[in-house]
C-alpha cells in the first residue's frame, strides 16, 4: 500500500484524507513540522503553516503538492482571497508542486472562481474557495496520485501578500464589495 504524508489541514477540516484514504492510500497526518519525507510515496499540503525549506524538499520521493486558494502567480503567501479583491486580480485555486518559493512553483492544475463581491463575505468567499479546491483536486486525484501529470511553469511575476500586509478595518464577516470599496477610499496614498 502506498503512504501519502498530508500537511495541514485534518479530517475535521478536509474530506480529502478520507477521499484519498478511499483511493487505497494510507495517509498519516501531521500539522507540525517535519525533518524527512523519505518515509512517503508522496507529500500532499493542503492548509500546513510552515514553510518547506528546500532541504527538507530534498527528501521526498517525488514532488511535494500543495492545494493553495489563489489563482496562481497571482496572491501567493497568506489571504489570496482578499487580495484578490482588493488588487483586482483574478480569484481562483491552484495545485502546484512547492519549490524552494513561497507558491511558486510549477502548476499541475487550476481553475477561476468568480466570486460575487456583493453576495460574497470574506468568509463565505474562503468557504468557497476550499470547497473549489477539494473538487479541482478529485476531479484530477488519478493523476496526481499517480504522479501522470505534467507541471506548467507559473507565468509572470503575480504577487506575494504576508499577513503584515492586511489593512485595518474590515472583519471576514463583511461583504466583500462594500468592504474593498471602503477600504480603497481610506487607504494612504
Known amino acids: 500500500m502506498?503512504?501519502?504524508?498530508?500537511?495541514?489541514?485534518?479530517?475535521?477540516?478536509?474530506?480529502l484524507i478520507e477521499f484519498i484514504e478511499q483511493q487505497g492510500w494510507q495517509v498519516d497526518h501531521t500539522a507540525e513540522l517535519v525533518t524527512d519525507f523519505s518515509a512517503?510515496?508522496?507529500?500532499?499540503?493542503?492548509?500546513?503553516?510552515?514553510?518547506?525549506?528546500?532541504?527538507?524538499?530534498?527528501?521526498?520521493?517525488?514532488?511535494?503538492?500543495?492545494?493553495?486558494?489563489?489563482?496562481?502567480?497571482?496572491?501567493?503567501?497568506?489571504?489570496?482571497?482578499?487580495?484578490?479583491?482588493?488588487?483586482?486580480?483574478?480569484?481562483g485555486v491552484t495545485i502546484h508542486e512547492i519549490d524552494k518559493g513561497v507558491d511558486t512553483g510549477p502548476i499541475c492544475f487550476q481553475q477561476k472562481v468568480t466570486i460575487d463581491p456583493l453576495q460574497e463575505t470574506f468568509a463565505s468567499g474562503y468557504e468557497r474557495l476550499l470547497a473549489e479546491i477539494e473538487q479541482l483536486f478529485r476531479q484530477h486525484a488519478t493523476d496526481l496520485l499517480a504522479g501522470h501529470y505534467t507541471s506548467?511553469?507559473?507565468?509572470?511575476?503575480?504577487s506575494v501578500k504576508r499577513v503584515s500586509n492586511l489593512p485595518k478595518g474590515f472583519k471576514w464577516s463583511d461583504l466583500i464589495g462594500p468592504t474593498i470599496k471602503r477600504l480603497r477610499e481610506n487607504a494612504d496614498v
Open 2 to 15: 502506498k503512504k501519502l504524508l498530508f500537511l495541514g489541514y485534518d479530517k475535521t477540516q478536509t474530506g
Open 152 to 158: 506548467q511553469p507559473q507565468q509572470g511575476t503575480g
Open 40 to 91: 512517503y510515496d508522496l507529500v500532499v499540503s493542503f492548509g500546513c503553516r510552515h514553510i518547506l525549506k528546500a532541504s527538507l524538499l530534498a527528501t521526498a520521493r517525488r514532488p511535494v503538492l500543495n492545494l493553495h486558494i489563489a489563482y496562481l502567480p497571482w496572491n501567493r503567501g497568506t489571504h489570496p482571497l482578499f487580495w484578490a479583491a482588493y488588487d483586482g486580480t483574478p480569484a
